[in-house]
Nanobody, 125 residues
């Protein structure tokens, strides 16, 4: 069974930073992409970043490029999303998602099969 557990959300002032973690203990998929998907109230889900396990290739949405960094710790089966220079428009529920796929970085939320429970990020003064 695939389990994804997010942590690290919270309230931060504009310009601040947060680091989200996505733990996936006991993952047995041989190849996969882990994505970070956010959904703000009244808006559609947006894949903001993702990383593939075989070559660490990454994707960033234009809205977060240069501010967010995705990384992976193999030993801990954990993916991180470092979010810097946060803006009020980054406020959303952030979800960790996964899909078994070879060397492909899905950029649409519907492409992901497994989902965590989400963590809330609020950027406000």
């Amino acid at each position: 069974q695939v389990q994804l557990v997010e942590s690290g959300g919270g309230l931060v002032q504009p310009g601040g930073s947060l680091r989200l973690s996505c733990a996936y203990p006991g993952f047995t998929l041989p190849y996969y992409t882990i994505g970070w998907v956010r959904q703000a109230p009244g808006k559609e889900r947006e894949v903001v970043s993702c990383i593939h396990n075989t070559d660490d290739s990454t994707y960033y949405a234009d809205s977060v490029k240069g501010r967010f960094t995705v990384s992976r710790d193999n030993a801990r089966n954990t993916v991180y999303l470092q979010m810097n220079s946060l803006k009020p428009e980054d406020t959303a529920d952030y979800y960790c998602a996964a899909v078994q796929v070879r060397l492909y970085l899905p950029t649409d939320a519907w492409e992901y099969d497994y989902w965590g429970q989400g963590t809330q990020v609020t950027v406000s003064s």
